[in-house]
T-cell receptor, first 114, second 109 residues
Framework: DGGITQSPKYLFRKEGQNVTLSCEQN?????MYWYRQDPGQGLRLIYY???????QKGDIAEGYSVSREKKESFPLTVTSAQKNPTAFYLC?????????????FGPGTRLTVT | QKEVEQDPGPLSVPEGAIVSLNCTYS??????FMWYRQYSRKGPELLMY????GNKEDGRFTAQVDKSSKYISLFIRDSQPSDSATYLC?????????FGAGTILRVKS
């Protein structure tokens, strides 16, 4: 089955620790995205990548980092510099630009930092 | 001013009601308008998209765009309890999606 997988579903970390969220897709999509969702705020874009070895900051990139070494993988690291990391994180992918409005989402990772 | 504004609700309606969900946007250059549906603790899924102005119908769902007033709407006819979800409007700016806050809809049986 084609799709996007995110792991783990729930993640708990202590304050001050970096944590990496996994996102893998087997849809052969070129572009991948990371969003953060907080109650009442919709989805906010953290980073996106339209091709391998290239990525751009979204609206709320501070305290996060990404890499895109393989087409199918786009991991997100939440660093200790992120002041309020507890949130629901969603990964998405889409075909090459021109159809970027049809994004396919993974099931999400709920991160709790205490 | 946010690029896309959406009332987060929640909106509670009885089964069978007609539901109207709305968003406004700020940039008149936007051409692609989307509605995503998100069930609790799941990722969003694309429900409908509209290019430029006009209406688009898919079963019980109708998406409408009024570019003169920068207003986008989603209508759900004969609403069902299974329609209970968060509905997110979004615009595509050529590179990325910009989402509204999402409206929580509850359809009571």
């Amino acid at each position: 089955d084609g799709g996007i997988t995110q792991s783990p579903k729930y993640l708990f970390r202590k304050e001050g620790q970096n944590v990496t969220l996994s996102c893998e897709q087997n849809l052969n999509h070129d572009a991948m995205y990371w969003y953060r969702q907080d109650p009442g705020q919709g989805l906010r874009l953290i980073y996106y990548s339209q091709i391998v070895n290239d990525f751009q900051k979204g609206d709320i990139a501070e305290g996060y980092s990404v890499s895109r070494e393989k087409k199918e993988s786009f991991p997100l690291t939440v660093t200790s510099a992120q002041k309020n990391p507890t949130a629901f994180y969603l990964c998405a992918s889409t075909t090459a630009s021109g159809f970027g409005y049809e994004q396919y989402f993974g099931p999400g990772t709920r991160l709790t930092v205490t | 001013q946010k690029e896309v504004e959406q009332d987060p609700g929640p909106l509670s309606v009885p089964e069978g009601a007609i539901v109207s969900l709305n968003c406004t946007y700020s940039n008149s250059a936007f051409q692609y308008f989307m509605w995503y549906r998100q069930y609790s603790r799941k990722g969003p899924e694309l429900l409908m998209y509209t290019y430029s102005s006009g209406n688009k119908e898919d079963g019980r769902f109708t998406a409408q765009v009024d570019k003169s007033s920068k207003y986008i709407s989603l209508f759900i006819r004969d609403s069902q309890p299974s329609d209970s979800a968060t509905y997110l409007c979004a615009i595509y700016d050529g590179n990325k999606l910009v989402f509204g806050a999402g409206t929580i809809l509850r359809v009571k049986s």
